[in-house]
């Protein structure tokens, strides 16, 4: 299979305002396509920031949307993929943080819905949690897609490893000042699902947040195959996929399992984290 061609495009956000963030998109996307990108992907909530008490607002129906289908024209014009994550409304009414991928012939693919909504930006307030991974089946083979704050959550991304998943792919919006957490957490990712990870993030600010940048990607055995710094940057990255499989083949990590001896901690005992009652 050829290589797959993959661009992130690291980009500032204007809060709110859908038709600023939208003209800043089409040019990434015409020069990902003129690099030969067969995939581009935007940060988390890129056509408008984490103005999350206007979410309901904001929110639109994807695909039928105006912003979906708009992007959908530009994947069709440009001959490549689109993702990132939007609000979405759902047909019932609830708002979700939600990865879609909209691809050349006109195909919409999602969503993904953020399982884990970040408490300190609100999210447990304004959106609803989503209950499905979102492992879909893409013209370069099995692929993943997680959403910011679920980095930390490893288990999520050894699911998809399980499920054939060898590329993962991960918009954010990371702020400052958690860099360090952000390289450690997507290499560990990477390492230990032997998988490529495509983290995409955010650069300048909010009201409350200064975002750190620094997408990248990581490649099977943990190697950075290229990162950004703190400023807009579009990064084009060709990755041979079947190095994930050779990582696999030489370290047997996930045939190496032994899941019938790891206690469910988390259905059968009581959570750690949680105050225990005084007697």
């Not at 609830?94 to 993904?112: K, Q």
């Amino acid at each position: 299979m050829p290589p797959l061609i993959l661009a992130l495009a690291q980009t500032d956000i204007i809060l709110g305002d859908k038709a600023a963030n939208l003209a800043r998109t089409e040019p990434f996307i015409a020069r990902a396509a003129d690099a030969g990108a067969h995939l581009i992907l935007f940060p988390e909530l890129w056509t408008t920031g984490y103005d999350l008490p206007r979410a309901s607002e904001l929110a639109e129906p994807i695909p039928d949307g105006p912003t979906a289908r708009q992007l959908a024209a530009w994947a069709r014009a440009h001959s490549l993929w689109i993702g990132g994550s939007m609000l979405e409304r759902d047909e019932n009414g609830p708002v979700y943080n939600a990865a879609w991928l909209f691809g050349p012939e006109g195909e919409a693919v999602g969503p993904y819905r953020k399982i884990h909504r970040f408490g300190p930006m609100a999210e447990d307030r304004w959106l609803e949690a989503g209950c499905e991974p979102g492992l879909f089946d893409l013209p370069w083979g099995k692929t993943g897609v997680a959403i910011c704050y679920d980095l930390r959550f490893p288990e999520l991304f050894r699911g998809y490893a399980l499920a054939g998943a060898r590329l993962i792919l991960l918009p954010s919006e990371w702020p400052h000042p958690r860099l360090h957490h952000w390289r450690t957490l997507v290499q560990a990712r990477a390492i230990e699902n032997q998988c490529f990870v495509a983290a995409v993030n955010r650069v300048g600010q909010d009201r409350d947040n200064a975002f750190c940048g620094h997408s990248m990607v990581v490649g099977p055995w943990g190697d950075v195959l290229a990162e950004a710094g703190e400023s807009p940057k579009l990064l084009v990255v060709e990755l041979d996929l079947a190095e994930a499989d050779a990582a696999r083949q030489r370290i047997p990590v996930l045939r190496d399992r032994r899941p019938e001896c790891y206690p469910s901690y988390t259905e059968s005992h009581r959570d750690s984290t949680e105050p225990t009652e005084k007697t």
